[in-house]
């Protein structure tokens, strides 16, 4: 058991857990309005209320700070498409839809924009952003995927392959959106094309 200092109310977890929350909320908000290379590391730990020593503690340089804000937020958008998905009914292909389709729509936040789509591909290597794709998208796409064609809405066809080919196309129609100078209407293009890409999915195309 961790003993509290007198008088300080919080266990030393708490003290550290809370510092390193404090980091991680002030660089979001530095790297989503000013970006990655404009934002220093005095400028974060100020934003943050803490030392430079608390950076270097938790994080060791603002290139992994960063990448922790870049999986935090990576996370956020794929639990946000997960709840997309479920709500669409028990068609797999429909939730394969509503999931793709909330993606699109996450990246119209200029948090997601700048973070994921413009300083991610900058500043973390590719390796680095497809594992934490791998973690936490792939095997969303690829349970659909099993479910639609266990159940005949997409026909027989090799899994892994079709999950890595779905996903990918669904990351550049994002990054499409992301990066346009026209964000709300690439958003338009992008969700129509997704929409034949799983129409062709479809046994029957219907």
């Known amino acids: 058991m961790v003993k509290q200092k007198s008088g300080s109310g919080r266990t030393q977890a708490e003290r550290s857990e809370a510092t390193r929350a404090a980091l991680l909320g002030a660089a979001r ?5 000013r ?15 803490v030392t430079r020593g608390a950076l270097q503690h938790h994080f060791g340089d603002k290139q992994a700070l960063f990448l922790a804000v870049y999986e935090v937020t990576e996370q956020e958008v794929v639990a946000a498409i997960a709840t997309a998905a479920m709500a669409a009914g028990a068609d797999p292909v429909e939730q394969l839809r509503a999931g ?25 290597p590719a390796d680095v952003r497809q594992e934490i794709t791998d973690r936490y998208a792939l095997g969303l796409v690829r349970e659909a995927l099993q479910v639609a064609v266990a159940s005949g809405a997409v026909a027989e066809t090799p899994i892994e392959p079709l999950t890595r080919m779905l996903l990918a196309g669904v990351m550049a129609a ?6 346009a100078a026209d964000p709300a209407a690439a958003r338009t293009e992008a969700g129509r094309t997704v929409d034949l890409l799983l129409d062709g999915l479809r046994q029957g195309n219907g």
């Not at 793709?100 to 973390?124: F, K």
Request: glycine content about 8%; charged content about 15%; some cysteine.
């Open 35 to 49: 970006g990655y290379a404009a934002s220093g590391r005095e400028e974060i730990v100020a934003s943050a209320g």
């Open 174 to 179: 994002a990054q499409f959106v992301a990066t």
């Open 100 to 124: 793709c389709q909330a993606y699109l729509d996450a990246v119209l936040d200029p948090a997601v924009q700048r973070i994921c789509a413009i300083d991610g591909p900058a500043v973390l």
């Open 29 to 33: 908000d530095l790297f989503s309005t």
